[in-house]
T-cell receptor, first 110, second 115 residues
């Protein structure tokens, strides 16, 4: 089945640690996105990539980093510089103007 | 800059009643418009979208939305609510002049369906 997978589903991080969230898609989509979701705030764009080896900052990129070495993969690293990383993280890919979302990763800082 | 406003963070309806979730956008050029649904601890699923053509758009699960340019609105409706409709709904826009197709989301409306 075609789709987007995110792992892990739940992730716990100690303060000061970097963690990497995985996002993989087999839809052959060029563009991929990372969003952060907080209660009552909707989704906010962290980073996006329209093509392999290229990515752009979104509205809340500080404290995050990404890479796009393969078309299928767009991992997100939450660094220790992100002061409030506890949130639900959603990855998406798009075919023209329609985005398809993965199941999400819930990150909790202990 | 584009923005999206969803009126009402929570909407409660009785099973069988009309569902109306409101969405207004701010944009100098009419954007692409979307409604997504999210069930607890899951990703988002596209309900429907407006890109061009007929302004009344039909989606999955009996939902529909009407693009009204003069009102800069894209409200979501369903004639008869079902218990399974209880979820959070997000309105989103995308600038049709931006090839990145980035989405800007509203803050969401949680729909509660009473038996």
């Amino acid at each position: 089945d075609g789709g987007i997978t995110q792992s892990p589903k739940y992730l716990f991080r100690k303060e000061g640690q970097n963690v990497t969230l995985s996002c993989e898609q087999n839809l052959n989509h060029d563009a991929m996105y990372w969003y952060r979701q907080d209660p009552g705030q909707g989704l906010r764009l962290i980073y996006y990539s329209q093509i392999v080896n290229d990515f752009q900052k979104g509205d809340i990129a500080e404290g995050y980093s990404v890479s796009r070495e393969k078309k299928e993969s767009f991992p997100l690293t939450v660094t220790s510089a992100q002061k409030n990383p506890t949130a639900f993280y959603l990855c998406a890919s798009s075919y023209y103007n329609e985005q398809f979302f993965g199941p999400g990763t819930r990150l909790t800082v202990l | 800059a584009q923005s999206v406003t969803q009126l009402g963070s929570h909407v409660s309806v009785s099973e069988g009643a009309l569902v109306l979730l409101r969405c207004n956008y701010s944009s100098s050029v009419p954007p692409y418009l979307f409604w997504y649904v999210q069930y607890p601890n899951q990703g988002l699923q596209l309900l429907l979208k407006y890109t061009t053509g007929a302004t009344l758009v039909k989606g999955i699960n009996g939902f529909e939305a009407e693009f009204k340019k003069s009102e800069t609105s894209f409200h979501l409706t369903k004639p008869s609510a079902h218990m399974s409709d209880a979820a959070e709904y997000f309105c989103a826009v995308s600038d049709r002049e931006d090839s990145s197709y980035k989405l800007i989301f509203g803050s969401g409306t949680r729909l509660l369906v009473r038996p």
